[in-house]
């Protein structure tokens, strides 16, 4: 997939990328990905539908699990509906998804092999704690 936000043959941006987000780029096969850093409002908004849009199986899987398994616990203790159990944890869990979701991406993409695709990517990922660095002694 070509960068949209930027034409490498002629060294010219074609369209501004945020200052609060990163381009990665997956160096065996060319991928592309560009996100926010920070708070994910989408996620908040509409919760499992983010990673499901982003094709981001493993934490969309890992979302519903834990919705799940609140929803479960919040039903045997409080003794109400399943169906009520779960929404409630989805109301409650949507804060926790919108803070976390763009660090689980993040990092989830960079166990898959994804690097940042340059220095304000890269400076941007570790400022925040996306991107761990090695230090040298």
Request: hydrophobic content about 40%.
């Amino acid at each position: 997939m070509k960068n949209p936000f930027n034409d490498d043959d002629n060294n010219r941006n074609m369209l501004p990328i945020p200052p609060n987000y990163a381009t990665v780029v997956n160096k065996s096969n060319g991928q592309i990905r560009i996100a926010k850093v920070g708070f994910s409002w989408t996620s908040f908004l509409f919760s499992i539908l983010i990673p499901i849009f982003r094709r981001d199986w493993y934490n969309a899987l890992c979302m519903i699990g834990v919705q799940w398994g609140i929803g479960f616990l919040i039903a045997t203790v409080t003794n109400v509906n399943i169906d009520f159990a779960y929404s409630e944890a989805t109301y409650a869990l949507s804060v926790i998804w919108g803070a976390f979701y763009n660090l689980m991406y993040f990092r989830h993409l960079f166990n898959k092999g994804y690097v940042p695709a340059d220095q304000h990517s890269r400076d941007i990922l570790v400022q925040s704690g996306y991107l761990k660095t090695k230090h040298k002694k």
